[in-house]
C-alpha cells in the first residue's frame, strides 16, 4: 500500500470526513432522544439525600422533575472521553503504528451508531440486558467518544507524511474535514427522518452514521498505508496537569488568554447543547432541526474558511478576537430574546451573529497564546489552551441544559454574561503583544 504523501493527505481527509459525518447526524438528535426517552434527575435528588445534603421540599420536587442534568451528562459523556482516551490513543499508535488505532476508532464508531439507532427504535419503558433505553444512550456516547478520541492519532498520521513546509496545510484538511462534517452530516440525517412534530426518534440516523463509519473503516483497512517511521514525531498529549496550568495562569501575559479560551468554548457549548431542545420548544420538527444544524455548519464553516481567514491578517490578532467576542455576546443576547418571542424566522436570523463571533475568536486566541509563548514553551502553553477548552467542553453542555429547565431563554443570557467577561478579559489586553524569543 505504498503511496506518495499528496494520496495519503487524501485518504486520511476522507476517513476523517465520513467518519465526522456520522457525528454530525447524531449530534442534533441526542438531547431530543434522551428527552424522549424521560432523562430524569431523580437519581440526583436521591443521592445528595442519602449523603446528608439538605434541600428544601420544592427544591428537590424541582430536581426530581427536572432532567437537566442527565441530558448535560449525556452530552458531555462524549467530550469526557475523548479527553480521557485521545493521549491514550495517541501514545499507543506511536509504539503499534498510526493505522491499527484508526482502524479500531472507525470499528468502535460503527458499533456505537449501531448500537445508538437500535436503541432509538426502542420504547421509553423497554429493557435490554437489565438497562433502560436512556442508559443504554450513555453506552452508546460513551463507545463514540472512546472510539472518536482518535482525531489526534490522524493529526499525527497527517504530520508523519508532510514536512515542514507542509506541515499546516495538512493540518488544517482536519479542520475542513470537522466543517464538512458539520454541515453534511445534518443534511444527509435530514433526508431519513420524517418531519412529522409528534414522530417518534427513527432509528435511520443511527444507522446511517453506522454505515457511513463503516465506509471509513473499509476505505482505510483497503487503502490506508501504515505513516509511522523511525522519524516520526510523537502523538502524545496529556491530561489536564494542574501543575502546568496553575504555571500558565501566573503569568499575566497568558493568564486572560487561557480564561477567555476557557469562557468562550463553555459558552459556545452551553448555546451548541441546548439548541436542540429549543427548536423542539418552537415545535420545529425534526427534518427542519437538522437542517437548522446544517445551517449553522455552513456559516461556521464559510466563515472560517473565507470571513476570518480574510479578514485576520488585515485586522490583527487582537481585534479580531474582541470582534468576536462582542459578536458573540450580540448573537446571545439575540438568541435569548428570540427564544422569549418563539419566532423561528428570527432565529435563523440571529443565529449567524453568535456563529462568525465564535469563528473570529478561535483562531485568534489561539494565534496571540502562540505568539505570547517561548519557542521552548509553545508545546506546553498551547497542551494547556487544549485542556482548558476540553474542560469547557465537559462543563458547557452540564451548565446549559441544567438551566435550561429554569427558562429556555436563561442558558443564553447566562452565556452572554459569561463572554461579556471574555470581553473585557479580551479588551485588557494590549493591542500588540511582544514576540517572545
Given at each position: 500500500m ?13 476517513v ?10 447524531v449530534?442534533?438528535l441526542l ?6 426517552f424521560?432523562?430524569?434527575d431523580?437519581?440526583?435528588?436521591e443521592g445528595?439525600a ?13 430536581l426530581r ?7 448535560g ?14 493521549p491514550?490513543w495517541?501514545?499507543?499508535?506511536d ?12 470499528a ?11 436503541v432509538?427504535a426502542?420504547?421509553?419503558d423497554a ?10 444512550l ?8 472512546v472510539?472518536?478520541a482518535t ?16 506541515r499546516g496545510?495538512?493540518?488544517a ?6 466543517g464538512?462534517g458539520?454541515?453534511l ?5 435530514a ?5 412529522d412534530r409528534?414522530?417518534?426518534?427513527s432509528?435511520a440516523p443511527?444507522y ?16 490506508l498505508p501504515e505513516?509511522l517511521?523511525?522519524?516520526s514525531?510523537a502523538?502524545?498529549?496529556?491530561w489536564?496537569?494542574l501543575?502546568?496550568?496553575?504555571a500558565?495562569?501566573s503569568r499575566p ?9 476557557f ?18 420548544h418552537?415545535g420545529?420538527?425534526q427534518?427542519?432541526?437538522?437542517l ?6 455552513l456559516v461556521?464553516?464559510l466563515?472560517?474558511?473565507?470571513l476570518?481567514?480574510?479578514?485576520l ?11 468576536g467576542a ?17 419566532s423561528?424566522?428570527?432565529l435563523y436570523a ?5 456563529v ?7 483562531p485568534?486566541l ?9 519557542d521552548?514553551e ?16 465537559i462543563l458547557?453542555?452540564i451548565?446549559g ?9 436563561i442558558p443564553?443570557?447566562?452565556?452572554a454574561?459569561?463572554?461579556?467577561l471574555?470581553?473585557?478579559?479580551v479588551?485588557?489586553?494590549p ?7
Amino acid at each position: 500500500m505504498n503511496s506518495s504523501p499528496r494520496t495519503r493527505l487524501l485518504l486520511i481527509f476522507l476517513v476523517v470526513v465520513i467518519d465526522l459525518l456520522g457525528f454530525g447526524i447524531v449530534l442534533p438528535l441526542l438531547p431530543r432522544y434522551g428527552d424522549y426517552f424521560r432523562a430524569s434527575d431523580s437519581w440526583l435528588a436521591e443521592g445528595l439525600a442519602a449523603i446528608g445534603f439538605g434541600l428544601s421540599e420544592s427544591a428537590a420536587a424541582h430536581l426530581r422533575s427536572s432532567d437537566g442534568v442527565t441530558l448535560g451528562l449525556l452530552m458531555a459523556s462524549f467530550s469526557a472521553c475523548q479527553f480521557v482516551f485521545a493521549p491514550i490513543w495517541g501514545r499507543v499508535s506511536d509504539r503499534i503504528g498510526r493505522r491499527p488505532i484508526l482502524l479500531l476508532g472507525l470499528a468502535g464508531s460503527t458499533l456505537s451508531y449501531l448500537l445508538f439507532g437500535y436503541v432509538s427504535a426502542l420504547s421509553p419503558d423497554a429493557m435490554l440486558a437489565g438497562l433502560c433505553p436512556l442508559g443504554w444512550l450513555f453506552v452508546a456516547r460513551i463507545g463514540a467518544g472512546v472510539a472518536g478520541a482518535t482525531i489526534p492519532t490522524a493529526q499525527a498520521y497527517i504530520a508523519d507524511s508532510t514536512d515542514e513546509t507542509g506541515r499546516g496545510k495538512g493540518m488544517a484538511l482536519v479542520g475542513a474535514a470537522f466543517g464538512v462534517g458539520f454541515t453534511l452530516g445534518p443534511l444527509l440525517g435530514a433526508a431519513f427522518v420524517s418531519n412529522d412534530r409528534m414522530a417518534p426518534p427513527s432509528a435511520a440516523p443511527g444507522y446511517l452514521a453506522a454505515a457511513l463509519s463503516g465506509m471509513a473503516f473499509l476505505l482505510a483497512l483497503v487503502r490506508l498505508p501504515e505513516s509511522l517511521r523511525e522519524q516520526s514525531q510523537a502523538a502524545r498529549r496529556g491530561w489536564f496537569s494542574l501543575s502546568e496550568v496553575k504555571a500558565a495562569l501566573s503569568r499575566p501575559m497568558i493568564r486572560p488568554l487561557l480564561l477567555t479560551m476557557f469562557l468562550t468554548t463553555f459558552a459556545f457549548a452551553q448555546f451548541e447543547s441546548t439548541l436542540s431542545l429549543l427548536t423542539k420548544h418552537f415545535g420545529i420538527a425534526q427534518r427542519n432541526n437538522f437542517l437548522l444544524f446544517a445551517y449553522i455548519g455552513l456559516v461556521l464553516t464559510l466563515s472560517q474558511g473565507i470571513l476570518v481567514r480574510r479578514l485576520l491578517p488585515r485586522l490583527g490578532e487582537f481585534r479580531m478576537a474582541l470582534t468576536g467576542a462582542t459578536l458573540m455576546v450580540a448573537g446571545l443576547v439575540l438568541l435569548g430574546v428570540t427564544a422569549q418571542m418563539e419566532s423561528t424566522q428570527m432565529l435563523y436570523a440571529v443565529l449567524p451573529v453568535s456563529v462568525i463571533g465564535f469563528s473570529a475568536l478561535t483562531p485568534s486566541l489561539q494565534a496571540m497564546l502562540s505568539l505570547n509563548s517561548s519557542d521552548e514553551e509553545q508545546g506546553g502553553v498551547l497542551g494547556v489552551g487544549q485542556s482548558m477548552t476540553a474542560m469547557a467542553r465537559i462543563l458547557g453542555p452540564i451548565a446549559g441544559l441544567t438551566l435550561f429547565n429554569f427558562g429556555v431563554a436563561i442558558p443564553y443570557w447566562a452565556a452572554a454574561g459569561v463572554m461579556g467577561l471574555g470581553v473585557l478579559l479580551v479588551a485588557a489586553l494590549p493591542a500588540k503583544r511582544p514576540v517572545q524569543a
